[in-house]
């Protein structure tokens, strides 16, 4: 079982920026694929972005251009970076590890998931 812990819950204005932070002791994370997925009250939990064993990326359409995954082997750190944050951004964001091969961007296909940490835009 691989343990995750996300960081970086905010309350931020339309137009601001946040970081999320997912910290994984012990996991290799170019031997995994990494993702970050969001679900909003009432909406079934959707996928954000992925960032695969090479390093190669995949954005939900609605975060492209303001969204950036990238991760900090050194530190053992997955990060989402978040710009021109918009309300409808507001959700509890969760980091997932897929062992598999392929790094989709769908929630079914993650097996390891963190506790989710909560962003709200206003």
């Known amino acids: 079982h691989v343990q995750l812990v996300e960081s970086g819950e905010g309350s931020v204005q339309a137009g601001g920026s946040l970081r999320l932070s997912c910290a994984a002791p012990g996991l290799t994370y170019w031997s995994y694929c990494m993702g970050w997925f969001r679900q909003a009250p009432g909406k079934e939990r959707e996928g954000v972005a992925t960032l695969d064993r090479e390093g190669s990326t995949m954005y939900a359409d609605s975060v492209k251009g303001r969204f950036t995954i990238a991760r900090d082997n050194a530190k053992n750190t997955l990060y989402l970076q978040m710009n021109s944050l918009k309300p409808e951004d507001t959700a509890v964001y969760y980091c997932?590890?897929?062992?598999?091969?392929?790094?989709?961007?769908?929630?079914?296909?993650?097996?390891?998931w963190g506790q989710g940490t909560q962003v709200t835009v206003s």
């Open positions: 997932a590890a897929r062992a598999q091969r392929g790094c989709p961007l769908y929630p079914a296909n993650f097996a390891n």
